[in-house]
């Protein structure tokens, strides 16, 4: 049976909603926001997919920390979304997610981190 990766599930399905999200508000004419949080928001799966392969724990700790990165880009543009008047968009369900990423994503990163010390 094959442990169950919250984070690889969560920034997939995660994924998935920015994917969503992106059609709507190119519905709405809004282009270059959307493009920028499709690029970041899809980013996040994508290097937690690179450290399952990480060829070594620093390798591993540099990807999650860049998946990292990428998280806190995509609260950026959500939170730029939902502050602007460029359209009505409840960000509040996209916010608690990417929050929840941010927060499980600092600890990998924190605790591998401190392994490595070891």
């Known amino acids: 049976m094959t442990k169950r990766n919250v984070?690889?599930?969560k920034s997939f399905?995660?994924?998935l909603e920015i994917?969503?999200?992106?059609?709507k508000l190119v519905k709405q004419n809004e282009f270059v926001i959307s493009r920028q949080l499709l690029k970041s928001g899809t980013s996040i799966g994508?290097?937690?997919e690179e450290a399952g392969a990480a060829q070594s724990r620093r390798d591993f700790i540099s990807k999650m920390a860049i998946?990292?990165?990428e998280a806190r880009e995509t609260k950026y543009?959500?939170?730029?979304?939902?502050?602007s008047d460029l359209l009505k968009f409840n960000a509040s369900g996209y916010l608690k997610?990417?929050?929840?990423?941010?927060?499980?994503?600092?600890?990998?990163?924190k605790t591998s981190q401190q392994a490595?010390?070891?």
């Open 7 to 9: 984070i690889r599930e």
């Open 97 to 109: 997610e990417i929050d929840e990423i941010v927060k499980i994503l600092t600890a990998i990163v």
């Open 77 to 83: 543009w959500l939170r730029l979304l939902k502050h």
């Open 19 to 23: 994917i969503s999200l992106n059609q």
């Open 116 to 118: 490595d010390k070891r």
């Open 13 to 15: 399905n995660f994924a």
């Open 67 to 69: 998946a990292s990165k």
């Open 46 to 48: 994508a290097n937690i």
